[in-house]
């Protein structure tokens, strides 16, 4: 007994010490990074971590190892690690450590993009509004305090992961690390480029003994790897000297999502093709920006104009669900580009051959045991039909063919045998009202009980101050609100006639709400593009005193912060009154006074213990009024899927759930109409949908926040909406479809070198917890259209739906081969068909949830 306890304390002693002394040495060559001495392929994804819950990171990073990624990219998030100069937060989802440990625990590396300035759409880039209200400071340049506090930073997180052995070549994760962020665009300015130098060299100095990156910068300084970001030309890049690999660090799934303008999207073959090319030409490194996108929860945002959502259309969506068919057209692309692997990292030969006037291909060998190539059809219209060593090969227009042995097909760009998933968002139903077929359930805060508070228009305690017009906004609030009153008052003598009276404010950014004599008149709001506006506004004036009260607010500070230029926010001014007999009276030169946040804000309604600092109305809510505060409790919905707040009748402001802030909310924004009519191809890299809706009307809700009872729900609401239209929804799949021809490439699963024999599947699959309740659409033929809407075509094999049904309904998942047998008989032998799909999903009554 005892001896046999002593042999398995020493076997865990030794198997410690092995993952010690097994740290990869990392290093680099024109062929990759180096893992003691041999490269490798390697396929990444940006997930940050403060954009989801720490409940949520296992499933997403899994979701990333799933699809076939070897590495997890990640921002250290600066401003939001430390709030105050010296004060320093990593807990709940800033937990940095936590989220490594996790990538580690999966198998994955990580590469740590410290910048400490990181843009990534976040407010200020990551970078501390109190660095910046510092006297004598230049941010990101030749400065010596901004670079003190940069070094301070980035030092005392390179110790942090040394301490906690993070580094590879101490049994870590960490491979690669990243100094600043997109810098070279400025290097024109001598002081900025000084800078950068600077930057790279204290970087080295740090002794990571992992390679550094920095992105778009050319002019990088050895040791340091400059690599490329962008939707496209990750094939034409290369990086400042011969012995460096080819790396792309942001290859973009999707793209961001800003208020006024509609949801961008990108397709997935659009991505797969450029991903082929780049490895075709020596890439060693994609890393997609975003995998998971997520949410910008609180006033995490940046911008100016973000949106909440950081979705993306990336390949895990902001919810953490399968965005499909990215997540898997992307997995069966880098199975495809693994199996070429050992081809592309020994490739000793490497031919191009002319296959038509714009199809090639790309053979790489080592010598005669690896051989693999890559048939490109370049045609952005027309698919082509090609010989390649013997054999036919059909190409799809803009695509490439994956042969990983030369000659069997693994992958085409274009064919996305993946499903396509329609997600929906259902009202949630109430846990506390069991849901059983044919009785009555209760949908959870559809017309709940609200109580309301209304926050006073201007001043509201003794913090204000006067001064003269007009104060720049980030100075007065230290950006620790959105929002700044800019207050005076007009004297009309009694004779005056006030009927045409109009109030003009130059420069406004990034928005504003102006009231006159406590009533609201009118919003303006710029935009990504121009956050500077201007109001012109027929004002209802009296005789004796009027007081014009002008909530101002930012909607995230400028991500993009350039060392040249930081946005000024606020009434910037003239304010010029007109239409007054004396002719236009300058309200700037007259003095103004300031109230910085609102009273709200300062008695911490949105918490449980502040709410009770106010006696709330427990009259029926008003609607579309401007000011107000609501909240209501609420209980968890029955299901477990992710959660949303629909605020589609609200008009703009901020939520709170038990306390935390989902983030701002302005779901009365419309996106603008022009961009979505353009359609996308397979060949756009960006394109738009929503126009005309709302930019954001869900607001995601983690359910990690959320208790079985009792949950405090409490709205700012600006604008004015009608809190009675809120409902908590669940996301979930609707429908799945897909569409495969007989001419794909087999399944991966099944690929075998040198095979013949394959025969294309369509391959359905619901949720956990679903079934395939009906068919939608199918036809085995010749369908036209694509899962948006297909209608069948010339040929249609009559029998499809019922064979369909008999393999799919009632089942979670199901498989049927693209061939006549499975139809009986050949509707039309002499074409190539193909088998399209629509199909519904429910919850499965049969099983619990
Ligand atoms: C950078 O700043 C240092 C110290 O302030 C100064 O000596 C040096 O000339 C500056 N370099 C450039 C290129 O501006
Ligand atoms: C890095 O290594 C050099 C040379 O060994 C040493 O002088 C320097 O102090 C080290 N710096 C850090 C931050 O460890
Ligand atoms: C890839 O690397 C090889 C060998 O260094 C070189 O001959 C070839 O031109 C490179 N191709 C591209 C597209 O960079
Ligand atoms: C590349 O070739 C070297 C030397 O023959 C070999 O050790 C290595 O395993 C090969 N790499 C791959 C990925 O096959
Ligand atoms: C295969 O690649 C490795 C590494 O580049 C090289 O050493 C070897 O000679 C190659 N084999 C042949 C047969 O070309
Ligand atoms: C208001 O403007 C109209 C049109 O310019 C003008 O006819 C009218 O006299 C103005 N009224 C006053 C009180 O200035
Ligand atoms: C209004 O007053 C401000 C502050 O005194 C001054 O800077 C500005 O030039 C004036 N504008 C006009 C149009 O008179
Ligand atoms: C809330 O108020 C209670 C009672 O005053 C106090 O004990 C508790 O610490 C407060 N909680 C927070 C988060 O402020
Ligand atoms: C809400 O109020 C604003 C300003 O008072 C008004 O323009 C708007 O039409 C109102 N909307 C609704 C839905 O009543
Ligand atoms: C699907 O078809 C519709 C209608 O023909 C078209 O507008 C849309 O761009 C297509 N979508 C894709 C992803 O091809």
């Not at 995998?291 to 949106?307: D, V």
């Not at 003269?468 to 980030?474: M, S, T, V, Y």
């Not at 605020?647 to 306390?659: D, H, I, P, S």
């Not at 040929?795 to 499809?800: D, G, N, V």
Request: aromatic share 10%; charged share 15%; net charge neutral.
């Amino acid at each position: 007994m005892e001896r046999s306890a002593f042999a398995i304390v020493a076997t865990v002693v030794m198997v410690m010490v092995m993952m010690r002394v097994e740290g990869s040495i990392i290093g680099y060559d024109a062929r990759g990074l180096l893992f003691d001495k041999q490269p490798k392929l390697l396929f990444s994804g940006s997930i940050h971590y403060p954009r989801s819950t720490p409940e949520m990171w296992e499933s997403l990073i899994s979701n990333a190892k799933e699809g076939g990624l070897d590495v997890v990219q990640t921002y250290v998030f600066w401003n939001a690690h430390e709030p105050e100069e010296g004060k320093y937060n990593f807990e709940g989802n800033l937990d940095l450590l936590k989220f490594l440990n996790l990538v580690k625990e999966a198998g994955l590396y990580v590469n740590l993009r410290i910048g400490p300035f990181i843009n990534a759409e976040w407010n200020f880039g990551g970078l501390p509004v109190w660095l910046y209200l510092q006297d004598n400071v230049g941010m990101r340049t030749n400065n010596t305090i901004f670079m003190k506090a940069m070094q301070d930073f980035t030092t005392k997180i390179v110790q942090m992961m040394k301490d906690q052995n993070m580094f590879s070549w101490q049994g870590g994760p960490i491979i690669m690390a990243q100094i600043e962020n997109e810098f070279g665009a400025y290097k024109k300015d001598t002081s900025a480029y000084a800078y950068a130098m600077w930057a790279a060299n204290m970087a080295i100095g740090l002794n990571t003994s992992v390679p550094w990156i920095m992105c778009k910068q050319p002019d990088a300084p050895d040791p340091v790897v400059n690599t490329h970001n962008g939707v496209t030309n990750g094939d034409i890049f290369q990086p400042n000297a011969p012995y460096k690999p080819k790396m792309w660090t942001e290859l973009y799934t999707g793209w961001f999502q800003t208020y006024k303008k509609p949801k961008p999207f990108r397709p997935a073959a659009n991505i797969a093709f450029e991903v082929a090319r780049f490895f075709m030409s020596n890439g060693s490194f994609v890393n997609y920006y975003m995998y998971h996108g997520g949410t910008n929860f609180g006033r995490t945002g940046g911008g100016p104009f973000m949106a909440t959502t950081y979705d993306y259309d990336a390949p895990i969506d902001e919810y953490g669900l399968l965005n499909q068919p990215k997540w898997g057209h992307l997995r069966a692309l880098h199975q495809a580009l693994k199996l070429c692997e050992a081809t592309l990292i020994n490739r000793t030969t490497s031919d191009l051959i002319a296959l038509g006037r714009h199809q090639n291909a790309l053979v790489l060998a080592n010598g005669t045991e690896n051989c693999a190539a890559f048939l490109s059809n370049l045609n952005a219209r027309r698919g082509a039909t090609v010989e390649f060593n013997g054999y036919t090969y059909n190409l799809p227009a803009q695509s490439i063919s994956i042969l990983p042995d030369c000659k069997t097909v693994a992958f085409n760009t274009a064919q996305v045998s993946t499903q396509t998933n329609t997600m929906q968002m259902v009202p949630a139903v109430s846990s506390s009202l069991e849901t059983t077929v044919g009785k009555n359930f209760s949908s959870v805060l559809w017309n709940p009980s609200w109580n309301w508070y209304s926050e006073p228009i201007g001043v509201w305690g003794e913090t204000y101050k006067t001064s003269e017009c007009c104060l720049e906004q980030i100075r007065m609030t230290k950006d620790s609100t959105d929002y700044l009153w800019y207050i005076t008052s007009i004297d009309i003598t009694d004779n005056e006639d006030v009927g045409n009276a109009t109030l003009h404010i130059s420069s406004v950014a990034h928005a504003a709400h102006l009231y006159v004599n406590g009533h609201y008149a009118v919003t303006a709001a710029g935009d990504r593009d121009n956050p500077y506006v201007e109001i012109d506004q027929p004002l209802e004036l009296k005789n004796g005193k009027n007081e014009i009260a002008i909530l101002s607010m930012t909607v995230g500070l400028q991500s993009g912060v350039q060392p040249s230029h930081i946005q000024h926010v606020g009434i910037q001014g003239p304010v010029i009154l007109n239409g007054l007999s004396g002719g236009a009276l300058n309200l700037s030169s007259q003095f103004w006074t300031y109230q910085v946040g609102l009273q709200g804000e300062f008695l911490q309604l949105h918490t449980r213990n502040g709410s009770n600092n106010v006696d709330w109305s427990i009259s029926s809510p008003p609607q579309n009024r401007s000011l107000i505060w609501y909240k209501t409790m609420f209980d968890a919905p029955a299901s477990n899927s992710p959660l949303a707040l629909d605020l589609e009748t609200m008009g703009k402001g901020e939520a709170w759930v038990n306390g935390k802030s989902i983030g701002r909310y302005w779901p009365s924004c419309q996106a603008s109409g022009e961009r979505c009519s353009l359609g996308c191809g397979a060949r756009e890299k960006r394109c738009y949908s929503g126009c005309g809706q709302s930019s954001q009307r869900w607001y995601h809700v983690p359910l990690a926040w959320i208790k079985p009872t009792g949950n405090l729900l409490v709205l700012l609401e600006e604008m004015g909406g009608d809190p009675m239209g809120i409902t908590l929804v669940t996301r979930s799949l609707a429908t799945i479809c897909s569409s495969i021809s007989e001419d794909y490439p087999a399944p991966l699963d099944s690929w075998q070198a040198n095979s013949t024999l394959k025969l294309p599947e369509l391959k359905l699959e619901c949720d956990a917890g679903q079934q395939i309740s009906s068919i939608v659409f199918a036809s085995y033929g010749t369908p036209r259209g694509n899962c948006s809407k297909f209608r069948k075509g010339p040929c249609h094999a009559e029998i499809t739906t019922k064979i369909v049904k008999q393999a799919c309904v009632g089942r979670r998942t199901c498989t049927l081969q693209v061939t006549s047998s499975t139809f009986g008989n050949d509707p039309c032998p002499i074409q190539i068909k193909a088998l399209a799909v629509i199909a519904s999903c429910s919850w499965n009554p049969s099983l619990t949830r």
